[in-house]
Every structure is written in C-alpha cells, then in structure tokens.
C-alpha cells in the first residue's frame, strides 16, 4: 500500500514537497516514480529513481525544477517541485515497480498510491 501526500494549493514559482510512503512493506528493491494526471489526459511520467537511488530520469517538463529521492531505511520517496507553473497542476501519484529498469510507461509499474492533487495558481 503507498501513500502519497503533500499536495495542495500554491502560487505559481512556488515549491511543494511531495512524499510517498508504504505500508506493510519496504521499498528498498523497488524502482520508484512519479507521474500525474489530469482529468481527461492520459497519466504522464514525471520522474523515477532507481532502487537504489543512485540513478534518476526525469520528463523534459520538469528537468531542472523537481528532484526526485528516496530513504530506503524509511520507505520513503519524495518529490520536490520547485518553479511551479500552472501547467504542473494535477493529481500526482507515486507508483513502485518490481523491475530493476527506469521506466516512463505506466504500465511497468506494479503498485500505486491514490494521488494526492497539486494546483499551481497563476
């Protein structure tokens, strides 16, 4: 089970923290990502990092603004969303997978949390 929080309302060039934690299991093995959804789109890949978060691969969107990272000894996966824009408005999920590749696809992705919704106003 992952649980992401963090989300809210911010102004545009404002920063948020996303984290995501799990329940009842370690992610330490896991490859981690991030991606979002608006109502209506398709869920896009925002960033990801390797399982032992030595490696990270970001969207073209958000290189330079967000950071992705991990705390194996706590479960934990955070994103770090700097220069907001209004375009970065919406539901962010944090997703784990089992594989040992990064990957932008969704569909590699084996469990996910319920999202937590980020609007930046302009």
């Known amino acids: 089970q992952l649980q992401a929080c963090g989300g809210g309302l911010v102004q545009a060039r404002g920063s948020l923290r996303l984290s995501c934690a799990a329940s009842?299991?370690?992610?330490?093995?896991?490859?981690m990502g991030w991606f979002r959804q608006v109502l209506g789109k398709e869920r896009e890949f925002v960033a990801a990092?390797?399982?032992?978060?030595?490696?990270?691969y970001y969207a073209d969107s958000v290189k330079g603004r967000f950071t992705i990272s991990r705390d194996n000894a706590k479960s934990t996966v955070n994103l770090q969303m700097n220069n907001l824009r209004p375009e970065d408005t919406a539901v962010y999920y944090c997703?784990?997978?089992?594989?040992?590749?990064?990957?932008?696809?969704?569909?590699?992705?084996?469990?996910w949390g319920q999202g937590t919704l980020v609007t930046v106003s302009s």
């Open positions: 990092i390797s399982w032992r978060g030595n490696s990270t």
């Open positions: 997703a784990a997978d089992v594989g040992r590749v990064m990957s932008r696809s969704a569909y590699e992705y084996n469990y």
């Open positions: 009842g299991r370690t992610l330490s093995g896991y490859v």
